[in-house]
């Protein structure tokens, strides 16, 4: 059977096409007569309207891209479930992609001739992206940039201060007497400010403790996985100085340093007390329950709909904004122990 | 700046708009001179390509939907991860949403108005869809089904035999000499297929083993996160006889159980012995391990969108087809401790 078209219903109607038109569009110039003939029509064809065709005679595609690097990170999935229903229902369809956190991926999102009019805004969550590369963005895309980095006015972004959160977790670590700890999850500066931004947190508790930083407690990682957490717990601990306190980049990060502390027979908080960062629900229910930096997330989804479609409705110009969210320290049994409330 | 038209580009290069779509479209029937001619027009025009107007000039809109019940839910999230690349590989973007596993949104998402052309075809895990909704599905939707139901052949379906993983991931715990074990994550018939097809899963095992069923084991959750699993182990625990072991519908439910057997003091699998099931990432890093059910979801993935595309690209009728997918028992340290591979 072949798609019923809006001519096919004029026909059965015995009206004109453009009748019709005015009938599925909602317009006001049509009889209350002549809009039941039509919709009788419309029933009897079973005719669906082409959204997406209508959407684009008037310039939109009533879509909106989300991106995030990956979307098996248990963060990254939390974002989307709490952006998604939103933008819905805000009356956008949602077209959703990962990057891998490749920065070119990233850049060539933004660029101008990558869109094809498939998407009228993009909230995107970049991990490898700099700022010359948003400098080079199309002027012309709806974007809010979400994650760790300042946006100095130039672009819309929403995120919390990631330098102070990461204070706190580590001056949490040394308001309970730890001197030894290690920041698990620095990456080398090309790749990531996310990871750069809490060292230099880390880096700034002790500095206002007048505490010296051990350097070698920096340790890199490829990423801020469970696998990365416990590749760098277990080289840690076959140090002869082995850390009494790690600051892990993400609760993947000190999950999976857990469980290999655990694995060595260490106690957690009691030998090695560990904070993580996203406050994710797998830190709420392991044992010990994870300490953890917690993003107020649906202020973050709320923000970056909020602001993405502001920016789509406005025609003219539209100066960038930086909308910073709060987050809270979480203190649970891995670092205060069985105490913990 | 208005958005540069074919037309636009025709005249800067002195050819006809039809030209200027036979170079875009990548038509043959255009010399090499002309072609440059046209391609130095569109480069200084910085003219973009409608991807969509095209798609739907050809009644395609080159996308595709995915839908699950939840983002958030690891085992979704970790399928979206495997299913979306492979999507984007084969040239369709994603068009994602979630449904709370609310059956009517569900069924709604598959007849005929619902789509308004706005993809060509549909990925969907239902939870409450029964089988009478998918009979009145839109017989021109390309649609693969995934999880826990069959189809008779009267739709594509991709899952694993729930049935048969869940009676060896409980005849597991009978040769461990568990007797007691604690169904949980039943729920009524009108709610979850899933759920019964487990429920049967854990009786079979028990009629094979000779041993009758102590209904009274056999918990009903909410649905299958780890706070459904927390409160029914706590409840459990609370009987004068309780469980010696449990399995648990989900990794999640197994891991809610897990914390609570822990923070009563409980040993794990000494006491109690856990299985899960989904093998999601949480479970392997978490202390201890978690045994469980592993689908294999990159056959899965494979799967759906093979089937998916083959059903977009036909022309005539497709007979619908049941693709069996492997899964194995992973045997972890919350059934056989310490000693676990």
């Known amino acids: 059977m072949a798609e019923p078209t809006l001519r096919d219903v004029a026909l059965l109607a015995g009206v004109s096409p453009r009748t019709v038109s005015n009938v599925v569009n909602g317009y006001a110039q049509v009889s209350p007569q002549t809009r039941a003939k039509v919709e009788k029509a419309l029933e009897q064809l079973d005719y669906r309207p082409n959204v997406l065709a209508r959407n684009l005679a008037n310039g939109r595609s009533g879509q909106v891209a989300v991106v995030v690097p990956y979307l098996d990170t248990p963060y990254f999935a939390e974002l989307l479930q709490a952006i998604i229903p939103r933008v819905r229902a805000r009356g956008f369809n949602v077209l959703v992609d990962q990057t891998d956190g490749d920065r070119a991926h990233e850049a060539e999102l933004i660029r101008r001739k990558a869109r094809g009019f498939l998407y009228d805004g993009m909230i995107l969550s970049p991990l490898g992206l700099s700022q010359a590369d948003l400098a080079g963005r199309d002027p012309d895309l ?99 100085d082995p850390p009494d306190a790690v600051f892990g980049y993400s609760d993947l990060v000190a999950l999976g340093a857990i469980r290999v502390l655990l694995e060595r027979g260490l106690r957690v908080p009691e030998d090695v007390a560990v904070v993580g960062y996203d406050d994710i629900e797998d830190g709420r229910y392991s044992t010990p329950s994870v300490s953890t930096i917690s993003p107020d997330k649906s202020t973050i989804a709320e923000a970056a709909v909020d602001r993405l479609l502001r920016r789509i409705e406005s025609r003219g110009p539209v100066t960038g904004e930086e909308f910073v969210v709060p987050w809270t320290l979480v203190a649970r049994e891995s670092t205060v122990g069985r105490g913990a409330p």
């Open 142 to 240: 709806p974007l809010v940039i979400l994650g760790e980095r300042s946006s100095d006015g130039a672009f819309d972004h929403v995120g919390i201060d990631d330098v102070a959160a990461s204070c706190e977790a580590v001056t949490h670590l040394l308001s309970l007497g730890r001197r030894r700890i290690a920041a698990v999850g620095d990456q080398p500066y090309a790749t990531g400010e996310a990871a750069q931004r809490r060292t230099a947190g880390y880096r700034l508790a002790h500095e206002r403790a007048g505490l010296p930083v051990d350097e070698s407690l920096i340790v890199q990682t490829p990423r801020f996985n469970r696998v990365d957490g416990a590749t760098a717990m277990a080289r840690l601990l076959d140090r002869p």
